[in-house]
């Protein structure tokens, strides 16, 4: 009888999860707001009324996602973050993952310039090699965020919109492609806009596969830094020591990039480990660390990196990463 209790209180328990986390709201296509939206789609974009109505007749309301997009895991401390993405299996799951796709990876840095290391790293950040693609459909994701108070609402209804165009060039069902808590789709997670832009096709066809084939993930991977200016063979950090007690160090570490020479570094009481290159601009990047914290300079590369997540967590999880994969793989052959 207790057991039959404890398990009726249970199921009751994960039914209440499960209303919280995910319901049905067929009244939330008659918003006036999503009715503005969807007569924008058919204004400028030739959609069909009905078709859209019926698409966010069946959107689900999920509170999980503005949860999560108000406290993204960006927000936490370094030495946190750190220990999510530079551990020993995903350096060497990168390796295996290097190894497996080497043919493709070396033809991608060819035609591109973008280090196969860079390209290996990203995939291991966004979805662990393709292992976490995303459990939530992009169009409740888009929509939950789009029409609501967040302050990033006006820049998930451009991707809303995004994500309308790609589903109908590349042939998707909006309501089954599923993808990040933000809309983020495939190995690669680009977001509609940037799959638009970005992805391309290892074949040359219209047809560009970001789940399943490779091929395409890689070189998209690669196109998108490219795009954002990547510099073959530049480097993308420089460590740095940074005397203790320096009164003028934090002006510098919260200023935007700029030119700065030895000299000026040093009177800041940054002394980096190798030259600094004149010809770009330079920020200095302070990590919070468990016992002290790091001191990075992030070159232009670093700032290429920065384009795919605005983060100097991310951009330092995936260059140290990438490091790591390099390092062990040379040193495994």
């Given at each position: ?174 309501l089954t492609v599923r993808g990040s808590y933000a809309g983020a789709m ?148």
């Amino acid at each position: 009888m207790l057991n039959r209790l404890i398990l009726s209180l249970c199921l009751g328990f994960l039914s209440l999860l499960y209303t919280f986390n995910a319901y049905a709201d067929p009244s939330f296509a008659q918003r006036p707001d999503v009715q503005k939206f969807i007569q924008r789609m058919v204004t400028k974009y030739h959609f069909q009324r009905t078709e859209l109505e019926d698409i966010f007749s069946q959107v689900k309301i999920r509170p999980r996602v503005l949860q999560s997009i108000k406290a993204p895991m960006e927000q936490a401390a370094w030495y946190n973050y750190q220990l999510i993405f530079i551990t020993e299996s995903h350096i060497r799951q990168g390796v295996q993952f290097w190894d497996k796709n080497r043919q493709i990876l070396a033809q991608a840095e060819k035609i591109y310039g973008v280090p196969a290391s860079i390209i290996v790293a990203t995939i291991g950040v966004e979805t662990k090699y393709g292992k976490n693609k995303g459990e939530y459909p992009v169009i409740d994701a888009l929509a939950n965020i789009a029409f609501s108070d967040s302050h990033r609402a006006g820049y998930f209804r451009q991707e809303l919109e995004q994500f309308f165009l790609l589903a109908r060039e590349q042939h998707l069902n909006p309501l089954t492609v599923r993808g990040s808590y933000a809309g983020a789709m495939g190995q690669p997670q680009f977001m509609p806009s940037s799959y638009r832009e970005y992805a391309v096709s290892y074949n040359g066809g219209s047809k560009v596969d970001l789940n399943n084939s490779m091929p395409d993930i890689i070189y998209s991977v690669a196109n998108y830094y490219q795009k954002h200016g990547w510099k073959t063979k530049q480097a993308v950090v420089i460590p740095t020591l940074v005397m203790k007690n320096h009164y003028r160090l934090a002006s510098l570490v919260n200023s935007k990039p700029s030119h700065l020479t030895t000299q000026e570094l040093a009177s800041y009481g940054i002394l980096p480990y190798s030259p600094v290159p004149t010809n770009q601009p330079i920020k200095i990047i302070e990590l919070k660390g468990l016992h002290q914290n790091e001191y990075w300079i992030g070159l232009h590369n670093f700032y290429v990196i920065k384009s795919y997540n605005t983060s100097d967590l991310y951009a330092m999880a995936l260059y140290q990463l990438s490091y790591y994969i390099t390092a062990l793989r040379e040193r495994t052959g």
